[in-house]
């Protein structure tokens, strides 16, 4: 595939934490300013962008930009602070498009976020009390907790870590950029 199929950026902080998805343009300002502490990326760079021609000194202007970078600072984000948002397509990949009662994988279309306890009973909308159902067992467990319509779960729900959050969104990304991702995985993660 070619190389500027892919728009976006991995933005970490100096320790390797990720920060946001950013577009080429922002990257290559850090880059540009020198706001890049260091980068990663297999050795190809995710775009080769072309500026003006410096008469003077004969040549155009190049910025490579790599598919990770690292900024120079402090983070901007506070990691103790952030719980991943709950989004059906992040709690579908989350749960590897498996029903938590049948324990079938399922096409996308027929899943469902199904609350453990259920939002009319006061169940949050949170990764730790939404899991992935079919559409048939949803229904048969109605209203009722998963002990009460004699359901067992067949996995436990989690918060996804930072770096699992990043690999959900679903975004197109290089395969090194998801190898980097994925290295960082903690072990019980379904990601794996």
């Not at 950013?22 to 072309?50: N, S």
């Not at 989004?87 to 899943?111: I, M, N, Q, W």
């Not at 939404?130 to 048969?140: D, E, H, K, S, W």
């Not at 009722?144 to 067949?154: C, K």
């Amino acid at each position: 595939m070619p190389t500027h199929c892919y728009s976006q950026v991995l933005q970490l902080d100096i320790q390797g934490t990720p920060q946001a998805w950013i577009t080429l343009e922002q990257a290559a300002t850090h880059v540009a300013r020198e706001a890049v502490a260091w980068f990663e990326g297999g050795g190809a760079p995710l775009a080769v962008l072309r500026g003006g021609f410096n008469v003077a000194r004969g040549r155009q202007s190049v910025i490579e930009v790599p598919p990770i970078i690292a900024l120079h600072g402090a983070a901007q984000v506070n990691l103790f602070d952030i719980v991943p948002a709950v989004t059906k397509p992040k709690l579908l990949r989350r749960d590897r498009h498996t029903c938590a009662y049948c324990g079938l994988v399922h096409a996308e279309r027929d899943l469902q976020c199904e609350h453990i306890v259920p939002a009319s009973r006061g169940g949050a909308w949170n990764w730790m009390n939404l899991v992935t159902a079919c559409a048939a067992c949803n229904g048969r467990k109605a209203n009722r907790t998963p002990d009460e319509a004699g359901m067992p779960l067949v996995y436990l729900p989690y918060v996804p870590s930072r770096f699992e959050s990043f690999l959900l969104e679903g975004r197109r990304i290089r395969a090194d950029v998801h190898e980097w991702l994925a290295l960082r995985l903690p072990k019980h993660s379904r990601l794996n």
